[in-house]
């Protein structure tokens, strides 16, 4: 890395590579970090945030059922319904969506960002694709490999220039259609 450089404005980001939600949650972030950073996309926070109000409900109700017991209805059974909830809309509709985006000044059309690092591989997976249609999506795996050194620090540069590739791959398709 440069020796010229100013401590306040580069933070090296380090982590331990063995370990797969660290590595995943890194790269996740890095991409939602560049979709933010582009002018020219808005991130949809709507169904985030509807998860994130069932969240609260559901704890709620279980601090509710820890204090009170109701003759008719058990708390728990409330609890667990919206629980369940929460799973199979994560399991069955969200699936591997860790973004929803939108162009600036059309929100007609919905961008969905998906990634996939299974278990014990070493690609990460990156998918982009419109919502709601059957198009194939622009997907490219990546060398995991490629974005940290042996120490395990994160070439934050390597994978924003990969990123910038698959989604300028995926405007070009845009345009095509």
Known sequence: MGENRDPCL??????ETGDQNAVKNLLDDTITEIFQE????????GWD???LLLMLLASIIAAISHFYESPYISEQNRFFFVHALLFGYSVFIEKDVILRLTRT???TQTI???T????T?????VAIQHAGTKEKPVKVELYV????DKEGYFHKDAFTKDIETILSRFQKKDKRQ
């Open 145 to 148: 490999g490629r974005y940290f």
């Open 121 to 125: 591989d070493s690609h990460y997976t």
């Open 49 to 51: 945030n509807a998860k």
């Open 116 to 119: 996939l690092f299974p278990y």
């Open 10 to 15: 580069y933070v090296d980001i380090h982590i």
């Open 38 to 45: 582009k002018p020219e996309f808005k991130v949809q926070y």
């Open 105 to 107: 000044g059309s929100a």
């Open 112 to 114: 969905l960002v998906r």
